[in-house]
């Protein structure tokens, strides 16, 4: 079975770029336009493996969103990869796994995504 990221990213090309490559890498995608959408996403199950999210987005920021999950006790151990390139700008929040900034490089992103590749997809990419 394929582990499931949820993709949060209001940048429609970046978000459709990742969505591509991150389903011939193996996995299973889901997208949230906005910290909004990824939250109402997570009220139902199944719970995505991992959880990649921009930080600057409009209706709710990544920030935002990652302050709700360490309040809500079935999501606050969900693993957040920060993709974004507010880092520098402003600190990442608590509760996330790694951060990667932008511009995006893919490299990084798979070595960050390795611990969530189940056997099956690992298979499948080579």
Do not use: C
Not at 3 to 11: A, Q, R, Y
């Amino acid at each position: 079975m394929r582990s499931l990221i949820l993709l949060v990213e209001d940048h429609v090309d970046s978000r459709e770029m990742l969505e591509e490559f991150l389903t011939l890498e193996g996995f299973a995608v889901e997208v949230a336009g906005n910290g909004l959408h990824a939250w109402e996403r997570l009220r139902r199950q199944p719970l995505p493996d991992v959880m990649l999210l921009d930080l600057m987005m409009p209706v709710m920021s990544g920030w935002e969103l990652m302050e709700r999950l360490q309040k809500e006790p079935r999501l606050k151990n969900l693993p957040v990869i920060v993709v974004s390139g507010a880092g520098a700008t402003r600190p990442v929040p608590q509760g996330i796994r790694a951060s990667i900034p932008k511009p995006l490089d893919l490299d990084d992103l798979m070595r960050a995504l390795e611990p969530f590749r189940s056997q099956s997809e690992l298979a499948a990419a080579y």
